[in-house]
């Protein structure tokens, strides 16, 4: 299950920086993937799941979140 964490968090990672860049009008995705076909479609799609995969998980796998631990100052 940790390399799956893991490629979900480089999924999502990606995925924030073409959201974070596409609002200078770069689309990460499309330069990378191409503009046309279904591959940027299928790189969005995964983008969405890995972020609710990290979102359902997040809590098991995080040591910040686990009970007992120290709170964020």
């Known amino acids: 299950m940790k390399i799956v964490h893991i ?16 609002a200078f009008g770069i689309d ?8 046309g076909g279904t591959a940027p479609y299928i790189a969005r799609i995964l983008i969405g799941l890995s ?16 009970v007992g631990s120290a709170p964020l100052a």
Not at 7 to 22: H, M, P, Q, T, Y
Not at 28 to 35: K, M, N
Not at 51 to 66: F, G, M, P
């Open 28 to 35: 990460v995705i499309a330069l990378v993937l191409g503009a």
């Open 7 to 22: 490629v979900a968090l480089v999924v999502l990672v990606f995925g924030g920086l073409n959201v974070g860049l596409s």
């Open 51 to 66: 972020a609710i995969l990290l979102a359902v998980t997040h809590k098991d796998s995080c040591k910040t979140c686990v």
